[in-house]
């Protein structure tokens, strides 16, 4: 545990929080090299490699929940011009992430002015999988996308499958210096969770199909805690969170130096892919062999590319016949 107000800067981590006088707990994100790596292979578009920003490093701030051995995912499928993005969070802190979006109907879309988060992705789903490793169960929530930004999604999967009161922000921009320019991103989460579980309850949601004339019971209210802190993480700018000179543990002290923020350990994070000869000779003994002749290429040869970090692999088709015949 350290001091928030002097620790020393640091890209590419995660760092986790304390507001303990307002019962909140969160995490904060700054990505550098990592998602500028993760970025600059696919040279995407730029409202691409925005949206594709947002999307890793919410992964990164809820992936970096979990055990050591756990997996995380971010996947979203959609019918707008970008039609899937993938992020894979490995624990401790490796990330990889691709997308895929219709090139003609983006370009569109930049033409038009539609590239908010929402007008890109369109409508369709969000799923979040978590996988703990070992015998533990997996997990998946799913999240209607109905032209509402990550953000707003991410609350969405809490309210309906943690129950749990919680604020997202994200940012994603270009850092320019040198004529040369470089991705950054940042995030912060921020949740209430009291000691108390009774001051965590809300309001319940109007049913939608009671009779005419009903009316819900008011609930207690939500609680002044919450509420302050929720307007302090508002105040936050995107400029803050993708700062590469204002430190995490900075940006916490301003906003809640009043009540004092305890800050943890922080957990490094970094671009990593985990796709090998090995995984990718595993995937093709799986196919029949007449699957696998008709991928041989002129040059007889199997050529296959990752799509998260766009390593090519040349495999001998008697390397996989012979892996296939080994079992």
Avoid at 43 to 56: D, F, K, L, N
Avoid at 123 to 133: N, R
Avoid at 275 to 297: Q, T, W, Y
Wanted: with cysteine; aromatic share 6%; charged share 25%.
């Amino acid at each position: 545990m350290m001091d928030a107000a002097v620790t020393p800067a640091g890209d590419d981590r995660v760092l986790p929080f304390a507001v303990e006088a307002l019962d909140v707990r969160g995490r904060v994100a700054s990505l550098g090299p990592s998602i500028d790596t993760i970025i600059a292979r696919h040279a995407y578009p730029a409202p691409v490699s925005r949206v594709v920003g947002e999307a890793v490093v919410l992964t990164a701030l809820l992936g970096s929940a979990l055990k050591l051995d756990g997996r995380f995912q971010l996947q979203t499928r959609t019918d707008g011009p970008i039609n899937m993005i993938v992020v894979d969070f490995d624990a401790p802190g490796r990330l990889r992430a691709c997308a895929r979006f219709d090139a003609a109907r983006v370009e569109a879309a930049m033409a038009a002015g539609e590239t908010t988060t929402g007008e890109l992705l369109g409508h369709g789903h969000l799923a979040l999988t978590i996988d703990q490793g070992g015998t533990m169960t997996r997990y998946q929530g799913v999240v209607a996308l109905e032209g509402q930004s990550l953000e707003e999604a991410a609350h969405q999967y809490f309210r309906q499958s943690e129950q749990i009161p919680t604020l997202v922000r994200l940012a994603v921009g270009e850092a320019m210096g040198g004529g040369d320019h470089a991705w950054r991103a940042g995030g912060l989460m921020v949740q209430f969770l009291p000691r108390s579980s009774e001051r965590m309850r809300r309001e319940d949601l109007n049913p939608g199909d009671a009779p005419e004339g009903y009316e819900p019971a008011a609930g207690p209210g939500e609680d002044d805690a919450w509420t302050e802190a929720k307007f302090l993480v508002a105040t936050v700018e995107d400029h803050e969170l993708l700062d590469p000179t204002l430190t995490r543990e900075q940006l916490l002290y301003r906003l809640f130096h009043e009540r004092g923020v305890r800050v943890f350990e922080p957990l490094p994070v970094e671009e990593s892919c985990r796709c090998s000869s090995d995984r990718i000779l595993a995937m093709l003994k799986g196919f029949s062999p007449e699957d696998r002749a008709d991928m041989v290429g002129d040059n007889g040869r199997i050529g296959i590319t990752c799509e998260f970090c766009s390593r090519h692999y040349d495999i001998d088709p008697a390397d996989v016949a012979a892996a296939a015949d080994a079992g």
